[in-house]
């Protein structure tokens, strides 16, 4: 005898399954009795008057889109409305939450609905072991769930998750998830693909071009993927099938929708929508309140819909999608999830990367992807409230031997919590502004947020307290612990980490730069925003030095000023690096930062990166009689960069000359 965990205990309870029958013995089928039920109420109702039938519409998307469809396949679902489980339970209807499909949309449900049908009746016979099944070994593709023989009853079709709630919200998304109760997502797919097949022969629907195989990614506990899944190509959109998820020692293949619910992460992502019935259904109860802040407080709500520790046991990484989405769509985070997510040691431990069940750093990388990118991300605010739930020592891990001295490192973080608050207030100002440009209703210095790089000035900012730590890696070989950070505790891309180390590098050079022009601006007595400015002082950067810099930092120079910004912010308001020279206030700061970005398009230093030599180094070697290739080369070359820099206009005779003179004086000064 099989005992149940406290986990599925405490499911079961939830989801009232004590109080069914068990499931006939020798195949799984959901307990129909409340739909059952609900379904004799009703028809008693109609009978008597008392409650008129639902519009059961035959689906017309598809049937408009290619008329030619046989005419009973648009009767099929009026037909097909009391076949097997039935509807959902009528407690699980959200009767004042809709949503608008689009004409694609109601396209794609059309099919599915209609190879449902088809199958339900019997007219597709399909047997997924000829199926073209893609990443799956041959003797492998009868594993999993078995559906064989189950009676061919009424399929309940879902979409779950994402989409819903996208959808509820307003906000158009493609990812589609469809949640099978009594079939498994391969065998679903592979219905949908031969319904599809049968459209193409009867010449209802054209073939498509390339033919899109179904690919079946197995279930992987270890990495905390429960349930194998069937991605397939319908139309121009990407589909996943999976059937219901049931809890843990249940004993079943499949779960019914309120356990399959009660097993997600957050109530605002365990909504269904029925796609037989065309509603919204919440299964927890609470999900369309949390969602629509419908709740005391008025406002969103992330919770979870059992236990918020054990529902983070489950999934570690489901305390970042909690930042994520309580950042997306401005929401609160429950108590529970707080609590969970700060003072529960094994989701903390998992998180980390430590023990069995840990969460792997890919997954930990891509979850704050999704922070710092993409549709409504907001990588300031998920980098603060990662710093505030005391998560970010758990992204950013410190390699050992990291040598903080005595600096503990929650110090650091606060310091980087302050930056992040500073790069929100910068980024309003520039944005806002107090000044128009070109008489314009453009604030002034928009156009330098919008030429930064926000995804690497967030990060590069967040991380700036670690800039100057190193540890050794390697015998005798030192890196950076911000190295360390992206590219194995959250396992970015090479080109991430390069680009970073480049900000993180050249910073503090850009910072002089933008002290000198602080104090030039200061001299003159004018207001950096005036116009006159432009006339009166049309250099106002040296332009070797500034073109050296932006060379080395090429394009990412608008996130590095920015960058360097946030830093003298910090130093005026007392918490960061002071040195000689700097700012009187945060004002004074965010105006010479954009005054310097003007400066730079001014003087046609914004393309300084991209300078050629007029002198190749074959050209070099033989105008100065090298003899041979060698590391002076390199130093001539750079001479002619700094040298067109001062002389944008000049021709390559005056810098041959140049060079001439540059090496006579190299010949004549003493060695060293």
């Known amino acids: 005898m099989r005992l149940l965990s406290p986990r599925a205990v405490a499911l079961f309870a939830h989801s009232g399954c004590f109080a069914r029958p068990p499931p006939t013995a020798g195949r799984s089928r959901p307990f129909a009795g409340p739909a059952v039920a609900f379904l004799q109420r009703e028809t008693c109702e109609r009978r008597s008057g008392k409650h008129p039938p639902p519009s059961r519409r035959p689906f017309p998307g598809i049937f408009a889109l290619h ?50 049908e088809s199958y339900e009746r019997g007219d597709l016979s399909v047997d997924e072991s000829q199926s073209n099944l893609k990443f799956r070994k041959k003797d492998e593709r009868d594993e999993g769930p078995s559906d064989r023989e189950a009676p061919r009853e009424r399929i309940e079709i879902r979409v779950a998750g994402g989409w819903v709630r996208d959808k509820i919200l307003g906000m158009e998304s493609s990812d589609v998830d469809v949640a099978l109760d009594n079939v498994s997502g391969v065998r679903f797919a592979s219905i949908v693909q031969e319904y599809l097949l049968k459209l193409e022969r009867d010449g209802t629907i054209p073939a498509p071009k390339k033919r899109h195989r179904i690919c079946v990614i197995s279930a992987n506990p270890d990495q905390f993927k429960r349930l194998e899944t069937a991605t397939m190509k319908v139309f121009d959109g990407e589909l996943d099938f999976v059937h219901l998820r049931p809890p843990e020692g249940a004993g079943r293949d499949f779960g019914s929708p309120r356990e399959d619910a009660l097993l997600r992460d957050f109530t605002a992502n365990a909504l269904f929508y029925n796609v037989r019935t065309r509603r919204v259904e919440d299964w927890t109860g609470r999900g369309a309140d949390d969602l629509l802040g419908r709740g005391e407080a008025g406002r969103r709500v992330i919770a979870t819909p059992l236990d918020a520790s054990e529902t983070f046991c489950d999934d570690p990484l489901r305390a970042l999608r909690a930042v994520r989405f309580a950042v997306r769509l401005d929401a609160d985070l429950s108590d529970g999830v707080r609590s969970a997510v700060m003072k529960n040691e094994e989701v903390r431990r998992k998180l980390q990367g430590e023990g069995r069940g840990s969460v792997s750093r890919e997954r930990v990388g891509k979850e704050l992807e999704g922070m710092l990118s993409g549709a409504g991300a907001k990588p300031g605010c998920a980098l603060s409230m990662l710093i505030e739930l005391d998560l970010a020592p758990l992204v950013f891990p410190l390699p050992q031997g990291a040598g903080l001295g005595d600096v503990e490192e929650g110090q650091y973080w606060m310091k980087a919590s302050d930056h992040v608050q500073a790069l929100a207030d910068a980024i309003k100002y520039y944005n806002q502004g107090e000044g128009l440009a070109n008489d314009s209703k453009t604030p002034a210095f928009q156009p330098l947020v919008k030429s930064a790089e926000m995804r690497l000035l967030h990060l590069s900012t967040c991380l700036s307290p670690f800039r100057d730590l190193s540890y050794e890696f390697k015998k005798e070989r030192y890196q950076t612990v911000v190295t360390y950070m992206i590219k194995e505790g959250i396992k970015f891309k090479n080109k991430d980490e390069a680009a970073i180390s480049k900000l993180l590098g050249n910073v503090e050079s850009m910072r002089s730069l933008l002290r000198a022009l602080g104090r030039q601006l200061a001299g003159t007595g004018e207001h950096p925003m005036e116009d006159k400015l432009t006339d009166t002082l049309p250099s106002l950067l040296p332009p070797v030095e500034t073109g050296m810099l932006l060379r080395k930092v090429k394009e990412l120079w608008p996130t590095c000023l920015i960058l360097a910004s946030v830093l003298e912010i910090r130093a005026v308001a007392g918490g960061g690096d002071t040195t000689a020279g700097g700012f009187g206030t945060v004002q004074d700061v965010l105006r010479t930062s954009g005054e310097f970005h003007r400066a730079v398009i001014r003087q046609g230093l914004d393309n300084a990166w991209k300078l050629r030599p007029l002198l190749d180094g074959r050209a070099v070697v033989s105008t100065l009689g090298l003899g041979k290739p060698g590391p002076m080369v390199q130093v001539y070359i750079e001479e002619q960069i700094k040298w067109i820099l001062l002389h944008p206009d000049g021709t390559k005779d005056d810098c041959e000359l140049h060079l001439r003179k540059v090496q006579k004086e190299r010949d004549a000064a003493p060695m060293r």
């Open 67 to 116: 008329p030619d469809l046989p005419s009973g396949a648009a009767s099929m679902s009026a037909q097909a409305g009391n076949a097997g489980g039935g509807p959902p339970t009528d407690d699980a209807v959200v009767r004042d939450v809709s949503i608008k499909l689009t004409p694609s949309e109601e396209r794609l449900f059309d099919v599915m609905t209609a190879a449902a």
